[in-house]
C-alpha cells in the first residue's frame, strides 16, 4: 500500500523568518504540525485567556484586549508567534512582574512590546510577531489590544431585519479557523485552553458563551463567562442577541428569540434522555450543564458544537423531533471532539467520525433502532454521492490538506466514512468489548487534543493486541490511508425503505394512487422516497404528489429540500414560489447550495437564482455568500 505519511519526521521551526504558507514545501506530511497556524507551540504555549470585549452592535466591531497567560517551554524564545486575520492590533504589552522578575503583585504594571503583522495570507492570515527577551521563568502574560474589522470571517453581524426580534444580533463560528479573525491568539486545536470573559454590550440584550451561562442572568449590559475546562481555540464562541431562556430539564436548557423559544423547548425535550444515553456507555458528562442557542436562520451550518451551549440552526425544528438527530450529534462532541479532539484539521475523522457513531448510538437508545438505521443509510447514500465526485486523495480520512483552506475537510468523509470504520470496529470485536475501549479513550486523552497516529498507537495496544487476530494494522490503515470503502466494511441496513421502494415504484407505474400509502412514514422515509425519484418527472405526476402529501408547504426542512430538487429537476412551475420563500429564509448552506446549482443546469433556472440570490444574500452568512457566488456568478470568482 501507497503511504506518503512518515510518522516521527522532525521539523524544526525557522524562528519566524518564513512564516508565510508554513512548510507547505515539505515532500511528507509532520503529523504533529498543524499547517493552518503560525503560532510557535513549541516554544510557548496559551494555557489560559482573558478576555474583555466591547461588542458594538450598531457599528458592527468588537474592541477586545486579550490577555494570555502562557507556558513558556523555550527559555531562549524571543519571538511569540500568534494567528490573526482581520485585526487591527492596537498595543501589545508584557506584564511587568515577568520582565523584572519580580514576585507578583496584584496591580501588575504592563510595558510595552514591539510587534508587528506579517504579510497576509488569503487563507491563513497575517502571523502577529512579539518580541520578547529571553526567560528562564515558565511563565508569561501578553496583552493584546485590538479591534476587529467588518471582513471578519467568524463574526455575523444580523442587522434588526434580519433577525426575528427586530434587534441586532452577533454571533461568532470559529472552526475550523476563525477564532483569530476575532481574537488575536494560537488558532490551533493542538492548544487548549481555560478562558475567563467580560463582555460588555446594549443593555438590551443577552450574551451567551461556550461557557458557564447563568440562565437567570439578568440583562444590563455586562456579563461575565468562566470556562473552567482547556478547549482549542474553534471552540470559543459568543453570541449576543435577543434571547431567551427556557429550561427542558435540570441540566438542560434552550437560549432563543421569543418567538422560537417555545417550539424549540418542545422539540430538544429530549435532550436530557440523550445525555443519559450516552453517560451510560461512554463515560459521564463532564461540561456541567448542556444548553442549547437556537441562532436565526443565516446560521450556515446544522449545529455547532460549542462545549456547554451548542449553536443549533432553525431548520431542525420541524415540530415532531425527527430532525433532532443534530442535537444527538452536537451532543455526542461534549466526547468526541470536545473532551478528546483532532490536533490538526487533518484528523477532523477524530472528532466528527466518532461523533456520527455516537450519534447513531444516542438515537438508538432514545428512538429505537428502526429510525437509526434509517437515518444511518441516509449517511450512507450522502457519504457515496460525495465518493463519487471526490477525488480520490480527497476520500481518505487523514486528509491532506497543506497549502489548502481547512474548510475543504468537511466533507461526509471524516463523518460517515469516520462513522462506517467505528462501526467495523463495533462489529468485528463485539459490542462489549469496542464500548470498554472507547470508554478507556475517552479517559485516557480526556482534554487533550491528539494526532491521527496517537489513535492508531493507542488502538493498537488497547484492542489490537488486546484481542489478536481479529483485526490486522493493514486493515486499519486501509480505512485511514486508502481511498474509497474497504471491501469488508459492514454497511448499515434497514427494512424500513423496502416499502417505499414498492409504493414509489407501483406510483410510478401508474398502479398506487397517492391515497394508498405513505399514511404512516415517518420524515426518513419521506426524505428516501423524494431522493430516490427518477430524474424526470411530468408536471401532472408532481401535481398528484404535493395534492397528496402538501410536501411544498411542508415545516420540515429537510423534506421541503428534496422537494424543491424535484422541482428544479423537472421545472415545475408551482413549485416555483414556494422554492424563492424558502431560499430567502433558510441560510443553511447544506440545504440551499444545491438547489442553487440545481437551478444553474439551465439558463431559465439561472435567471431565477441571480434574482433570488440578489435579495437572499442579505440574510445569509459570509461564508454561504462567498459560497453561493461561485455559484451563480463563477466568472466573477475566477476573475477575483
Ligand atoms: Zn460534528
Not at 108 to 128: C, T
Request: proline share 6%; hydrophobic share 45%; net charge negative.
Amino acid at each position: 500500500m501507497k503511504r506518503l505519511w512518515l510518522a516521527g519526521v522532525a521539523f524544526v521551526i525557522s524562528g519566524g523568518s518564513s512564516l508565510c504558507a508554513p512548510r507547505a514545501d515539505a515532500e511528507t506530511i509532520d503529523p504533529t504540525f498543524d499547517y493552518h497556524s503560525y503560532a510557535n507551540v513549541d516554544q510557548f504555549r496559551v494555557r489560559h485567556l482573558e478576555l474583555d470585549l466591547r461588542v458594538d452592535l450598531k457599528d458592527k466591531t468588537i474592541a477586545g484586549v486579550v490577555a494570555l497567560e502562557l507556558q513558556r517551554l523555550d527559555p531562549q524564545a524571543t519571538q511569540l508567534v500568534l494567528d490573526t486575520k482581520d485585526l487591527m492590533i492596537l498595543g501589545v504589552s508584557q506584564k511587568a512582574t515577568d520582565v523584572l522578575g519580580a514576585t507578583a503583585n496584584a496591580h501588575a504594571i504592563w510595558v510595552s512590546r514591539p510587534f508587528h503583522l506579517q504579510k497576509p495570507d488569503p487563507i491563513l492570515g497575517s502571523a502577529l510577531v512579539i518580541e520578547l527577551t529571553p526567560s528562564k521563568k515558565g511563565t508569561d502574560v501578553i496583552r493584546i489590544d485590538y479591534e476587529t474589522l467588518p471582513a471578519s470571517a467568524a463574526l455575523q453581524w444580523l442587522t434588526p431585519k434580519q433577525t426575528a426580534r427586530h434587534k441586532a444580533f452577533l454571533y461568532t463560528q470559529s472552526e475550523p479557523i476563525g477564532a483569530r479573525t476575532w481574537i488575536p491568539l494560537q488558532d490551533t486545536p493542538q492548544v487548549r485552553a481555560t478562558y475567563k470573559a467580560k463582555v460588555h454590550t446594549d443593555w438590551d440584550v443577552r450574551a451567551v458563551m461556550s461557557a458557564e451561562n447563568d440562565p437567570k442572568a439578568r440583562r444590563g449590559g455586562d456579563y461575565t463567562f468562566v470556562m473552567p475546562q482547556p478547549v482549542p481555540s474553534y471552540l470559543i464562541a459568543l453570541a449576543v442577541g435577543d434571547l431567551e431562556f427556557q429550561e427542558t430539564g435540570p441540566r438542560t436548557g434552550v437560549y432563543a428569540e421569543k418567538s422560537m423559544l417555545k417550539a424549540a423547548a418542545k422539540e430538544f425535550a429530549d435532550t436530557e434522555s440523550m445525555i443519559q444515553a450516552n453517560e451510560k456507555t461512554f463515560g459521564p458528562y463532564r461540561w456541567s450543564r448542556y444548553d442549547v442557542l437556537v441562532m436565526p436562520p443565516s446560521f450556515p451550518v446544522g449545529g455547532m458544537e460549542n462545549p456547554r451551549l451548542s449553536f443549533i440552526t432553525p431548520t431542525i425544528i420541524a415540530g415532531d423531533k425527527s430532525l433532532v438527530s443534530v442535537i444527538a450529534h452536537e451532543l455526542a462532541h461534549s466526547w468526541a471532539g470536545n473532551l478528546v479532539g483532532n490536533a490538526t484539521w487533518r484528523d477532523l475523522w477524530l472528532n466528527e467520525g466518532f461523533t456520527d457513531y455516537m450519534e447513531s448510538r444516542i438515537m438508538t437508545a432514545v428512538y429505537g433502532e428502526q429510525r437509526a438505521s434509517m437515518e444511518a443509510v441516509l449517511g450512507l447514500n450522502s457519504l457515496r454521492a460525495d465518493l463519487a465526485k471526490l477525488k480520490p486523495a480527497d476520500q481518505i480520512l487523514a486528509i491532506d490538506l497543506r497549502g489548502r483552506d481547512p474548510d475543504e475537510v468537511f466533507s461526509e468523509v471524516p463523518y460517515e466514512k469516520g462513522r462506517l470504520f467505528l462501526n467495523y470496529l463495533d462489529v468485528k470485536f463485539g459490542r462489549e468489548r469496542f464500548d470498554a475501549f472507547l470508554r478507556g479513550y475517552f479517559d485516557h486523552f480526556a482534554f487533550k487534543s491528539i494526532t491521527t497516529e496517537q489513535f492508531l498507537a493507542y488502538l493498537q495496544e488497547n484492542l489490537l493486541d488486546r484481542f489478536p487476530g481479529i483485526v490486522t494494522r493493514d486493515q486499519v490503515n486501509a480505512w485511514v490511508f486508502d481511498s474509497g470503502l474497504p471491501a469488508d466494511a459492514v454497511l448499515p441496513v434497514t427494512t424500513m425503505f423496502q416499502p417505499v421502494d414498492e409504493a414509489r415504484a407501483g406510483w410510478l407505474a401508474g398502479k398506487l394512487p397517492p391515497k394508498k400509502f405513505g399514511m404512516d412514514w415517518i420524515a426518513q422515509q419521506w426524505l428516501y422516497f423524494l431522493n430516490n425519484m427518477p430524474a424526470t418527472l411530468l408536471p401532472a405526476q408532481l401535481a398528484d404528489l404535493d395534492k397528496a402529501f402538501a410536501f411544498s408547504k411542508t415545516p420540515n426542512a429537510e423534506i421541503a429540500h428534496s422537494w424543491f430538487k424535484l422541482v428544479i429537476a423537472n421545472n415545475y412551475q408551482p413549485g416555483f414560489p414556494r422554492l424563492e420563500e424558502y431560499l430567502n429564509t433558510v441560510g443553511r448552506r447544506k440545504l440551499i447550495a444545491p438547489l442553487y446549482e440545481a437551478l444553474l443546469n439551465t439558463a431559465a433556472g439561472a435567471q431565477v437564482a441571480k434574482r433570488v440570490f440578489a435579495e437572499a444574500r442579505l440574510g445569509y452568512h459570509p461564508e454561504t455568500i462567498k459560497a453561493i457566488e461561485a455559484i451563480v456568478d463563477p466568472q466573477e470568482r475566477t476573475s477575483e
